[in-house]
């Protein structure tokens, strides 16, 4: 599983990677790796119902005899059998969830962190957030107006680009690439002063449960 690579050891690689990052510039860089972003418990009834329509669907049409009483505990247990089964899975829940309901959640998400983290309350408006967030195979991107408006637009949305691309398929050694090309553009044109104090921890917030 994906999850499991974002481990112990791709989170200090990534540490060193923001320190090696903010060496070179004035931003200050938070990294955020999340499993979800949004409860989908409506996607795991919709698939255990699912399972328990088809369950019906073969009683009904059964040519084998079966007790009548058991028709509803077996519908039953077939719709909770069907909900743990999309709980353990990411594939099912993005299956059996809107596209636009996962994009608008990481994007929530990764706006609430950006204020909850005080990213939004460095001295010179520095910061920056990546966001990640597996489940969902979505990555948001967001800078203070200091960054925004030191970078050229069409630079920016070229390595805006890239970085959402890796969200797609999130591993650590891309996400870690992305971040290192991501980290030369921001020291091309916010290069460090040496007058930036470190305002926010290198150590990036892994949230995988």
């Known amino acids: 599983m994906t999850r499991s690579r974002f481990d112990n050891a791709a989170c200090d690689t990534l540490a060193d ?40 669907v073969f009683l009904i049409f059964s040519p084998f005899p079966f007790p009548e009483f058991l028709v509803p505990i077996d519908i039953a247990v077939a719709f909770v059998v069907g909900s743990i089964i999309s709980w353990k899975s990411n594939f099912l829940r993005r299956l059996f969830s809107r596209e636009k309901f996962r994009n608008q959640a990481v994007r929530t998400a990764a706006a609430a962190m950006f204020y909850e983290a005080g990213i939004a309350n460095t001295n010179a408006e520095m910061g920056v957030i990546i966001y990640l967030s597996l ?21 920016w949305n070229r390595h805006l680009f890239e970085l959402h691309e890796v969200g797609t398929k999130p591993e650590p050694a891309s996400f870690q690439s992305a971040i290192e090309q991501f980290g030369n553009l921001l020291a091309e044109h916010v290069p460090a002063t040496g007058e930036n104090p470190n305002e926010l921890p290198d150590r990036p917030r892994f949230e995988l449960k």
Do not use: W
Not at 18 to 39: F, H, Q, Y
Not at 135 to 155: F, H, T, W, Y
């Open 17 to 56: 990677c923001i320190k090696k990052v903010e060496e070179t510039t004035d931003a200050e860089l938070v990294i955020v790796v999340r499993g979800r972003s949004a409860n989908y418990a409506h996607a795991d009834y919709l698939f255990g119902f699912s399972v328990a329509l088809v369950v019906l």
């Open 135 to 155: 489940l969902e195979r979505r990555l948001e991107l967001i800078a203070d107006r200091g960054i925004l408006k030191k970078v050229p637009s069409q630079e």
